[in-house]
């Protein structure tokens, strides 16, 4: 019987011929690494194994973006600490907000270069699964794992059944990657892919740019799934080619692979979406919420704070301004993305429409740094978690959407269809 | 190893934003036990006792992968989490600070709030309310990790297995 992409990555690295799901084995990772809500945690294990050096300086990677820069005393005691760490176990792949690269690490790590097709990657942070993109198995991982990857330099895993899930036919305009991905979790429930993985097939998926990949792979936890992952491809490995990444290893799922199920969906029949408060698969088409008026729009974070989302938003937003009464924020991903869109004009497209931009970092996301959320405020938010209190408040709303959604809704004071705003 | 105490109800899909904000994640572990389930229930760790069990419905422990929301529970004194089923990364997370975690849909159906419960965590026998119930039992590996009181303790366990064999 075949084998997944999954099973293949986990069976190679464990150095067997095959793995069969369900069972428990233990594998060298590829590169472990941390963000600074994280950290204390993950340092304080690391030294409670009582390790004195992390298993390979060079493929460990530490990153500054939730609480940037320094929110409160607290968190500036963490960053020093993150800055002892990394100079005391000689970290390769250190990134301060101190002129260098920077940011949310599912953008910063693969523009690094840092993530392989067919990689095993340890990261503290449940939308790790973006790095699936690029055929690399990189599931959603607590904060104690990493500490003890960083000792050990393997871990464990319970080899995950995975579903398929097969996208066909173009897309319409204004349809995206989120528009996607919140239609199979809308389809399947927040608990649909428990202990699974989404692999993500079809021609939508391989004709779609990178970027949209990746927010596609980003939400597979909330979908409840361990990991989501694609077939590397022209496009993926040439985007690591590209930022002189390693070649990786290529992993295709067997014609014969068995999958827990398969989803299918046609790319064509597929309208802009929004998920409504309070979880990310009460998903609705933006038609049946037209009119929901919006106090903020947040536009950034790991599953739409990419180039090519700035760029979508911008889009809308050329020419026109914010509704009054709207707070229109956004947070590129990184350095990188804030820099590029600089120098595309993008930011002052927005700032001209009425956006405040903030540092690239998770900004609002989270509720870790500022944009928070009061009790009467709805957001439209670019980002994956609408829980009750993520963005502040606990009685604050948040919907979920795309780039061109959250413009749209910027400029019309309201959740629109991006079409009637742009035409 | 036995849990025994009195039973906190929760419903389906509470998330780790519930469990833990996450402006608390810089937070010490002492100090994140004040704000355990405050998205739930702020006066939750003015209630809990120590060796209480939190008995709630499916997916509990959803979203994000956040540590500090086991640590809070673990630091308010929680004996055991009983549920329907659980987000993967929370499962996994509690195992790793040791603090134990079992499926069992049928005890949670008969369990009402502030029942006594008692959970024989080796056999995985629940006893709630004068019946009994069978939890799925941790899968071996697992029961290791669990033996060794978490994975720090296995990763020493690990370390000094290497270094043994370095030596040798
Ligand atoms: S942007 Fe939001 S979801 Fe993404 S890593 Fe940051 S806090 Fe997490």
Redesign the pocket.
């Known amino acids: 019987m075949g084998m997944t992409i999954t099973q293949k990555i986990l069976a190679h690295k464990a150095g067997k011929d095959r793995v069969a799901t369900g069972e428990f084995v233990t594998v060298p990772v590829d590169l472990a690494a941390c963000h600074d809500a994280a950290a204390n945690v993950v340092m304080d294990t690391f030294e409670a194994t009582g390790a004195d050096r992390v298993f390979d300086p060079e493929r460990v990677a530490m990153t500054m973006?939730?609480y940037v820069p320094a929110r409160d005393p607290v968190v500036a005691q963490v960053h020093e600490r993150m800055r002892r760490f990394a100079r005391r176990y000689g970290i390769r792949h250190f990134f301060d907000y101190d002129g260098g690269p920077h940011g949310?690490e599912?953008v910063l790590y693969p523009a690094q270069g840092l993530i392989a097709a067919g990689d095993v990657f340890l990261n503290s942070?449940?939308?790790t699964p973006t790095a699936g993109a690029f055929g690399a198995f990189a599931p959603a991982m607590g904060w104690s794992d990493v500490g003890v990857g960083l000792a050990l330099g393997t871990t464990w895993f319970r080899v995950p059944e995975s579903i398929k899930v097969v996208v066909d036919g173009p897309l319409r305009p204004y349809v995206g990657g989120k528009d996607i991905v919140l239609t199979l979790i809308g389809t399947i429930g927040v608990a649909g892919a428990t202990y699974q993985v989404l692999e993500w097939t079809g021609s939508t998926i391989r004709a779609l740019p990178i970027e949209e990949r990746m927010t596609i792979c980003n939400m597979a936890v909330e979908a409840g799934a361990k990991s989501a992952i694609m077939e590397p491809d022209e496009v993926s490995q040439a985007y690591i080619a590209s930022r002189g990444g390693r070649p990786g290893i290529v992993f295709r799922s067997d014609p014969d692979a068995t999958y827990a199920r398969t989803v299918s969906f046609r790319g064509d029949a597929l309208e802009p979406v929004v998920a409504k408060p309070s979880l990310p698969d009460r998903v609705a088409p933006v038609s049946e919420v037209r009119g929901t008026k919006v106090t903020q729009v947040f536009i950034g974070?790991?599953?739409n704070?990419r180039l090519s989302d700035l760029r979508a938003a911008a889009s809308i937003l050329k020419g026109r301004k914010v509704a009054r009464g709207v707070r229109l924020l956004v947070s590129p991903a990184t350095r990188e993305t804030y820099m590029q869109a600089l120098k595309e004009g993008l930011v002052e497209v927005l700032m001209e429409a009425g956006a405040t931009v903030s540092p690239a970092s998770?900004g609002p996301?989270?509720a870790?740094h500022s944009g928070v959320l009061g009790p009467d405020d709805v957001c439209v938010s670019t980002?994956?978690?609408n829980f009750p209190g993520r963005m502040g408040h606990p009685d604050s709303k948040v919907y979920l959407a795309g780039p061109y959604v959250a413009a749209a809704a910027a400029v019309a004071g309201a959740i629109v269809p991006p079409e009637e705003v742009a035409r | 190893m036995i849990v025994e105490g009195r039973i906190h109800v929760f419903g389906d899909n509470v998330t780790t934003d519930e469990i833990m904000p996450m402006h608390k994640a810089a937070a010490t572990p002492a100090e994140l036990a004040a704000y355990a389930m405050a998205g739930c229930d702020p006066d939750f760790p003015k209630k809990v006792k120590p060796g209480d069990v939190i008995v709630a419905g499916e997916n509990f422990g959803a979203g994000s992968s956040r540590e500090t929301a086991p640590l809070g529970l673990k630091g308010a004194g929680l004996g055991a989490i009983v549920a329907k089923s659980f987000a993967r990364t929370f499962y996994r997370n509690c195992i790793n600070q040791g603090l134990p975690i079992l499926v069992c849909p049928d005890a949670v159906a008969a369990a009402k709030p502030g029942d006594v419960i008692r959970i024989d965590l080796e056999s995985g026998r629940v006893d709630v309310a004068g019946r009994t119930f069978q939890a799925e039992p941790f899968p071996p590996f697992l029961l290791t990790i669990i033996r060794h009181g978490g994975n720090v303790g296995y990763a020493r366990a690990v370390l000094a297995e290497r270094a043994r064999a370095a030596g040798a």
Request: net charge positive; charged share 15%.
């Open positions: 973006r939730a949310i599912h942070d449940s939308h974070t790991c599953t704070g998770c996301c989270a870790l980002s994956n978690r």
